[in-house]
């Protein structure tokens, strides 16, 4: 069977980075934006990775440029600008394509887990996927849904 734990991704500097790092861990894998309405939303996700990251929980962005353009040309600038303005301490990665047939693996396995609400595809920025510690994905989040929102969801994942 096939896990989150079995994908690679691409970390900023171009090095990939296998995700059995994780094994174990629960973790949130949301697509960012950098210049998007939903952007505050790093506020929520990062107040989520100082509540939980000691009980094992891991978010993970990645910056995706596919809907209206709304992330940084350089990957440098996305992840200096969610430091900077939203103090993100959370692993930020390389931009992914999640839709299309450039659309990165892990996130073809993450929409074929879970999909939304009339269709399969991410509709725009910070769709969130909600993985247990084993590896497979329980609940997807439309971008509308705050962060705060998926918090029972989370400790669920921990009793």
Do not use: H
Request: glycine share 6%; proline share 5%; charged share 25%.
């Amino acid at each position: 069977m096939t896990t989150v734990y079995d994908f690679n991704v691409k970390m900023p500097n171009g090095e990939m980075k296998s995700l059995k790092e994780y094994e174990g861990k629960p973790l949130i894998i949301v697509n960012t934006a950098s210049k998007c309405g939903f952007t505050p939303q790093f506020k929520g996700l990062q107040a989520l990775n100082e509540k939980y990251k000691d009980q094992g929980l891991e978010i993970l962005g990645f910056p995706c440029d596919q809907f209206n353009n709304q992330e940084f040309a350089d990957i440098d600038e996305t992840t200096q600008f969610c430091q900077v303005n939203y103090g993100v301490t959370f692993p930020m990665f390389a931009k992914v394509d999640v839709n299309g047939e450039k659309a990165d693996p892990l996130f073809t396995f993450l929409k074929d887990q879970k999909k939304g609400l009339l269709s399969r595809n991410i509709k725009w920025n910070f769709t969130k996927f909600l993985v247990d510690a084993n590896g497979q994905v329980v609940e997807r989040y439309s971008p509308t849904v705050d962060p705060s929102r998926m918090e029972q969801d989370i400790k669920k994942l921990f009793s």
